[in-house]
């Protein structure tokens, strides 16, 4: 390994503590919230909608779609395939 490389394993065990841990476990949730927040944000702006247009789509208010976007609330499966309907896609689940 060169000098400048990083051990991305090593890094993220110093900062998250060991795989299977609480904190390391805690840590993929969080970013996988904001992965999602993340791509419900993106869906919403390529759908052209403001987060009033989306909330007033499936009958909440604009802070909802807000929090939702900041990854600070996670909806519902239900209320996900209504944000999902509101902006003109569908949800699939699949394998990983």
Do not use: C
Not at 14 to 19: M, P, Q
Not at 28 to 57: M, V, W
């Amino acid at each position: 390994m060169k000098t400048n490389d990083i051990d991305v394993s090593a890094e993220l065990e110093h900062e998250f503590g060991a795989k299977g841990t609480p904190r390391r476990e805690a840590a993929i949730n969080h970013a996988r919230e904001e992965y999602n927040a993340q791509i419900l944000l993106d869906a919403r702006k390529n759908a052209g909608l403001t987060q009033a247009e989306l909330a007033q789509r499936i009958g909440a208010d604009k802070g909802y779609i807000s929090r939702v976007e900041r990854g600070l609330t996670i909806p519902s499966v239900a209320t996900l395939y209504k944000i999902a309907a509101a902006m003109g896609m569908t949800v699939e689940l699949r394998p990983i």
